[in-house]
T-cell receptor, first 113, second 116 residues
Framework: DAEITQSPRHKITETGRQVTLACHQT?????MFWYRQDLGHGLRLIHY???????NKGEVSDGYSVSRSNTEDLPLTLESAASSQTSVYFC????????????FGPGTRLTVL | GNSVTQMEGPVTLSEEAFLTINCTYT??????LFWYVQYPGEGLQLLLK?????DKGSNKGFEATYRKETTSFHLEKGSVQVSDSAVYFC???????????????FGQGTTLQVKP
């Protein structure tokens, strides 16, 4: 069955370190998204991609970057982790801009000490 | 800008009680509306959706009607079960004059706890 996976599921790191969170989908979806989930804020969009070599900033993109070198993967990098980036991160994908249902991964819980 | 507002939780109900979770939205154009559910320790999954005014989405006993006149998409279930305990998110698809952007705007989520 097609799926979307994230790794690691849990990560503890220190302030200032670079961290990369992986997202892999096997649906061959064009669109991929990264969100962070914080209490009282719901899900907020960090970055998104409409296809290979395409990346776009979301509403909370400062301190994060993404790259899209193939259809299946959209890794999220925290260039220099900060305590404010402690959160649960979700990756999602959708087939195209016309089919807006998104499919979510299981999430990565990141703690920055 | 586009936004979604949900009733604050947590909502605590007894098993077999009637559930309503309110959701209102602000949007330009004609967005699709969604309810996603997040069970403990898991990612979000689509519960139901409606793509145009007066459409009713339904799934697993839950339903919601797209009301353009009141800009609402309230979630209802006639008889909740303990297994319905989860966080529920209302969302809308962001549209521009040229079509969909493929992006979703989420409400802050409402926690439902159902007690036996």
């Amino acid at each position: 069955d097609a799926e979307i996976t994230q790794s690691p599921r849990h990560k503890i790191t220190e302030t200032g370190r670079q961290v990369t969170l992986a997202c892999h989908q096997t649906w061959n979806h064009n669109n991929m998204f990264w969100y962070r989930q914080d209490l009282g804020h719901g899900l907020r969009l960090i970055h998104y991609s409409y296809g290979v070599q395409d990346t776009n900033k979301g509403e909370v993109s400062d301190g994060y970057s993404v790259s899209r070198s193939n259809t299946e993967d959209l890794p999220l990098t925290l260039e220099s982790a900060a305590s404010s980036q402690t959160s649960v991160y979700f990756c999602a994908s959708s087939e195209s801009q016309d089919t807006d249902t998104q499919y979510f991964g299981p999430g990565t819980r990141l703690t920055v000490l | 800008g586009n936004s979604v507002t949900q009733m604050e939780g947590p909502v605590t109900l007894s098993e077999e009680a009637f559930l309503t979770i309110n959701c209102t939205y602000t949007a330009t154009g004609y967005p699709s509306l969604f309810w996603y559910v997040q069970y403990p320790g898991e990612g979000l999954q689509l519960l139901l959706k409606a793509t145009k005014a007066d459409d009713k989405g339904s799934n697993k006993g839950f339903e919601a009607t797209y009301r353009k006149e009141t800009t609402s998409f309230h979630l209802e279930k006639g008889s909740v079960q303990v297994s319905d305990s989860a966080v529920y998110f209302c969302a809308l698809s962001e549209a521009v004059s040229t079509g969909n952007t493929g992006k979703l705007i989420f409400g802050q989520g409402t926690t439902l706890q159902v007690k036996p």
